[in-house]
């Protein structure tokens, strides 16, 4: 698998998920790619996110909602979706895609653990993923 240039993280709010997964890609991933992430519909950064990647030291706090279109498309090589039920976003482009499916943790019964489980699962395919390359 070749290294890529830029990845980025697709989900439908780009409140959670994908925002996330930019959050400990870029503590945890190479440094020398780039990461991004976007929605379809963005909103803004869920609080429980922000919490739940505090607790491991990555400060999301000063991110925001971005809409896919506002990512450098030339510079993007690997796209990440995330999204579970909900209709995920559409990058157009010659990319390399892949698809991990999690559930939204926002309005779970549990929802800060939802937060920290989904956290930890986007953490281990990231692992899985840079260990690859």
């Given at each position: 698998?070749?290294?890529?240039?830029?990845?980025?993280?697709?989900?439908?709010?780009?409140?959670?998920?994908?925002?996330?997964?930019?959050?400990?890609?870029?503590?945890?991933g190479p440094h020398d790619i780039e990461y991004f992430s976007a929605g379809s519909a963005p909103t803004r950064v869920n609080p429980n996110a922000v919490e739940a990647m505090a607790e491991l030291g990555i400060d999301l706090s000063a991110h925001r909602s971005k809409s896919v279109d506002a990512l450098p498309k030339a510079r993007v090589d690997v796209v990440i979706t995330l999204c579970q039920e909900e209709y995920c976003p559409v990058f157009p482009g010659e990319v390399t895609r892949l698809h991990w499916p999690f559930d939204d943790p926002a309005g779970a019964a549990d929802e800060p653990a939802a937060f920290r489980r989904v956290r930890d699962q986007i953490r281990a395919a990231l692992e899985q993923y840079f260990a690859a390359l």
């Open positions: 698998m070749a290294k890529p240039r830029a990845i980025a993280f697709l989900c439908v709010a780009n409140s959670a998920r994908s925002q996330m997964a930019e959050g400990l890609a870029r503590a945890f």
